[in-house]
């Protein structure tokens, strides 16, 4: 999926932190990605870890103040990069440990696999922290 200069299709989304505007993220993606004709699995597998770092962002970023959340999709035929980027509180979640998912198990643990997931699903899981912003680069060979 390219534009008229050959370059590849860009898409952009400013939406407030707020799980109401997770809706809107997936049919942003879905539009976004459309033109590339992604087999499901490929397809599903990027959302799901665009939508565990948005969630991630929406409840841990902002604690006592709004926000919002910028995402940039770049989409060509080799290749699909997801930028996100938020004003939140610093966090690296790449340092973020493996989770000891025997031991969640057995707890019935329902939560923390969102960056684990993440992490799992795309090819490059990239964060830097400049200007007062958290950047997290995703990125996926299709």
Do not use: W
């Amino acid at each position: 999926m390219e534009n008229e200069a050959g370059e590849p299709a860009i898409s952009e989304l400013r939406v407030k932190a707020e799980i109401s505007q997770m809706d809107r993220i997936r049919v942003f993606l879905k539009q976004s990605l459309g033109g590339l004709m992604l087999p499901e699995e490929e397809y599903n597998q990027i959302e799901l870890a665009l939508h565990e770092v948005c969630i991630n962002i929406i409840r841990y970023g902002f604690p006592g103040r709004s926000g919002e959340i910028y995402l940039k999709v770049t989409a060509d035929e080799g290749e699909v990069k997801i930028e996100i980027r938020d004003n939140g509180i610093p966090f690296d979640p790449s340092r973020a440990g493996e989770p000891d998912l025997e031991a969640k198990i057995r707890r019935g643990d329902r939560g923390g696999y969102g960056i684990f997931l993440s992490r799992r699903l795309m090819d490059e899981f990239d964060y830097r922290r400049e200007d007062g912003e958290n950047i997290l680069r995703l990125s996926k060979r299709i």
